[in-house]
């Protein structure tokens, strides 16, 4: 395996360098050191500093046969800071940005690649884009900067500033920096599928204690509501896991509950994820009716069958379309349908074939998201079983869903991106005019508070008009959560208390 060591000589971006070059190196197996080491590696950053400079340096072990280090020179990096400029803040970004770009030049240099997204590591290129036009800069202005300072590619750009600009139109009449949303988190699954890194569990080992699960839960509702009291409540999502792994009395307690306790009027959007096909039923469904729900996904991920059976989701095509004709049947109609580019095995063709039967059910949103195997996946802890496999998503895929929405005239709404994703590229929610997931956008733009409730559960409190962001996390562990409910509550209580 390819070997880096990224030298530092202080810690100050050593999170930026080093996601930048993972991104550059996916494969590669990379080491941060903090003082000099004996070890040989194929290539050696060594990001320095000066009392005015930063300086990026490297030397690349070009010949593995022959042992002897090859220094290709000192590269790039003259990045100066700016004594006039007086807030530490805009002082620390813009040395990260310019640390990023002569970084970023270089990486290009080594490897004879550019990233769709240039020197962006973050997740939300999106917020990027909405920053700068609510500071006052014109859209050509905005992408001029994402394209020149980030180096993004000309595409990627347009995209972030067509989803801040739909943003903006679909939060205008929302008050959001004076509400919240809440999200209620099921930690099952009916199984638990290869790449998931959530925090989920399989239904059959937890059955017998889902009641108590809900229970506790009931109790986390209550108490948050109290604390909330007097404030705005925009959205609801109940996500996880799966929701509909509950039973259909259990819905009902959960959704009594959180009606009785933080009231149903005048909310902007209720999210119920049904999420995998072999959890729904009718009576489920007909449960969740009974409740002001306005959107749903069912998830079907792939619609190829090998490919489902690949990746561990115990469920079949035909129950994808079932689930959904009787999600239309009982009056649902905003739902929406999780896809995956990149599952193992996968090429465009496939792809194609999922999309031309999501396209037949015509639901009202799709969001398409790209593989990431994160540490916790099996995917990745298994790796070597499915190396032989191959993981294939580029451009022409992304494009191809991007035209399949346009053609159910769907247009992107919100966008974000993970570490470790497959090409580097993005997930993307597509919806149609009035069918975007307002809470998605919120999420993502950080723009409220989220209240997030059940084992798992990380709530965001927003200081400071979005500036500073604080967590809040309740155990992920099932049995845990139930038995150290009070302490999940009063956790949440402290840190409210604070924000408030
Ligand atoms: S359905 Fe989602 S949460 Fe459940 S196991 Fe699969 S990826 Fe994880």
């Given at each position: 395996m390819y070997k880096i060591g990224i030298l530092f000589e202080?810690?100050?971006f050593e999170h930026d360098v080093y996601e930048l070059i993972k991104a550059f190196y996916p494969e590669a197996e990379i080491h941060t050191l903090y003082e000099d080491d004996e070890a040989e590696y194929d290539l050696r950053f060594c990001v320095e500093r000066d009392n005015e400079n930063y300086f990026i340096k490297y030397d690349r072990k070009?010949?593995?046969?022959?042992?002897e280090t090859e220094i290709k020179g000192v590269a790039s990096a003259e990045v100066i800071t700016d004594s006039?400029?007086?807030?530490p803040h805009a002082l620390r970004k813009e040395n990260k940005d310019s640390i990023k770009y002569a970084l970023y030049q270089l990486l290009v240099k080594l490897t004879g690649r550019t990233l769709p997204w240039g020197n962006l590591t973050g997740i939300r290129p999106a917020k990027l884009a909405m920053g700068m036009i609510e500071s006052g800069m014109k859209n050509t202005e905005a992408a001029q900067e994402m394209r020149e300072?980030?180096?993004?590619s000309p595409q990627k750009t347009a995209l972030a500033i067509t989803i801040a600009n739909r943003e903006r139109e679909i939060l205008?009449?929302?008050?959001?920096e004076n509400g919240y949303s809440l999200y209620i988190g099921i930690?099952?699954?009916p199984s638990i599928c290869l790449y998931c890194s959530f925090s989920s569990y399989p239904l059959k080992v937890w059955e017998k204690r889902s009641d108590e699960y809900v229970e506790a839960l009931c109790k986390e509702v209550r108490e948050t509501a109290l604390m909330m009291k007097g404030r705005k409540l925009d959205t609801i999502y109940i996500g996880g896991?799966?929701?509909?792994?509950?039973?259909p009395h259990q819905i009902r307690k959960l959704l009594d509950t959180v009606g009785e306790a933080?009231?149903?009027?005048?909310?902007?959007e209720f999210t119920v994820e049904?999420?995998?096909?072999?959890?729904?039923t009718r009576e489920k469904l007909m449960a969740i009716r009974e409740?002001?729900?306005t959107r749903i996904s069912v998830n079907?991920?792939?619609?190829?069958q090998e490919t489902l059976e690949i990746i561990g989701r115990k469920h079949t095509v035909d129950q994808t379309k079932e689930a959904f004709h009787l999600a239309r049947e009982l009056g649902f109609d905003n739902i929406n349908m999780d896809l995956i580019v990149?599952?193992?095995?996968?090429d465009i063709h496939m792809v194609e074939r999922t999309l031309e039967q999501i396209r037949e059910l015509a639901p009202d949103s799709m969001t398409v998201h790209s593989l990431a195997v994160k540490r916790a996946a099996r995917l990745n802890i298994f790796k070597e079983k499915y190396q032989e496999m191959s993981f294939e998503n580029n451009q022409e895929i992304m494009d191809l869903t991007m035209k399949t929405a346009y053609e159910m005239e769907m247009g992107p709404y919100y966008l974000y991106r993970q570490k470790n994703m497959k090409g580097n590229f993005e997930n993307v929610g597509y919806a149609k005019v009035d069918k975007a997931g307002i809470y998605n956008i919120l999420i993502m733009e950080e723009k409220q508070p989220i209240i997030a409730l059940g084992a798992g559960g990380s709530s965001k409190l927003v200081f400071d008009h979005g500036k500073r962001i604080e967590r809040v996390e309740n155990v992920k562990d099932v049995s845990n959560y139930i038995s150290r409910i009070d302490e999940m509550i009063e956790r949440k209580r402290t840190a409210i208390a604070t924000w408030l």
């Amino acid at each position: 395996m390819y070997k880096i060591g990224i030298l530092f000589e202080n810690r100050e971006f050593e999170h930026d360098v080093y996601e930048l070059i993972k991104a550059f190196y996916p494969e590669a197996e990379i080491h941060t050191l903090y003082e000099d080491d004996e070890a040989e590696y194929d290539l050696r950053f060594c990001v320095e500093r000066d009392n005015e400079n930063y300086f990026i340096k490297y030397d690349r072990k070009e010949n593995p046969e022959i042992k002897e280090t090859e220094i290709k020179g000192v590269a790039s990096a003259e990045v100066i800071t700016d004594s006039a400029v007086k807030d530490p803040h805009a002082l620390r970004k813009e040395n990260k940005d310019s640390i990023k770009y002569a970084l970023y030049q270089l990486l290009v240099k080594l490897t004879g690649r550019t990233l769709p997204w240039g020197n962006l590591t973050g997740i939300r290129p999106a917020k990027l884009a909405m920053g700068m036009i609510e500071s006052g800069m014109k859209n050509t202005e905005a992408a001029q900067e994402m394209r020149e300072k980030y180096l993004v590619s000309p595409q990627k750009t347009a995209l972030a500033i067509t989803i801040a600009n739909r943003e903006r139109e679909i939060l205008k009449d929302i008050d959001y920096e004076n509400g919240y949303s809440l999200y209620i988190g099921i930690p099952f699954c009916p199984s638990i599928c290869l790449y998931c890194s959530f925090s989920s569990y399989p239904l059959k080992v937890w059955e017998k204690r889902s009641d108590e699960y809900v229970e506790a839960l009931c109790k986390e509702v209550r108490e948050t509501a109290l604390m909330m009291k007097g404030r705005k409540l925009d959205t609801i999502y109940i996500g996880g896991g799966t929701p509909t792994t509950l039973l259909p009395h259990q819905i009902r307690k959960l959704l009594d509950t959180v009606g009785e306790a933080f009231g149903y009027e005048g909310l902007a959007e209720f999210t119920v994820e049904a999420g995998r096909p072999d959890s729904i039923t009718r009576e489920k469904l007909m449960a969740i009716r009974e409740y002001p729900v306005t959107r749903i996904s069912v998830n079907p991920q792939t619609m190829n069958q090998e490919t489902l059976e690949i990746i561990g989701r115990k469920h079949t095509v035909d129950q994808t379309k079932e689930a959904f004709h009787l999600a239309r049947e009982l009056g649902f109609d905003n739902i929406n349908m999780d896809l995956i580019v990149g599952l193992p095995g996968e090429d465009i063709h496939m792809v194609e074939r999922t999309l031309e039967q999501i396209r037949e059910l015509a639901p009202d949103s799709m969001t398409v998201h790209s593989l990431a195997v994160k540490r916790a996946a099996r995917l990745n802890i298994f790796k070597e079983k499915y190396q032989e496999m191959s993981f294939e998503n580029n451009q022409e895929i992304m494009d191809l869903t991007m035209k399949t929405a346009y053609e159910m005239e769907m247009g992107p709404y919100y966008l974000y991106r993970q570490k470790n994703m497959k090409g580097n590229f993005e997930n993307v929610g597509y919806a149609k005019v009035d069918k975007a997931g307002i809470y998605n956008i919120l999420i993502m733009e950080e723009k409220q508070p989220i209240i997030a409730l059940g084992a798992g559960g990380s709530s965001k409190l927003v200081f400071d008009h979005g500036k500073r962001i604080e967590r809040v996390e309740n155990v992920k562990d099932v049995s845990n959560y139930i038995s150290r409910i009070d302490e999940m509550i009063e956790r949440k209580r402290t840190a409210i208390a604070t924000w408030l």
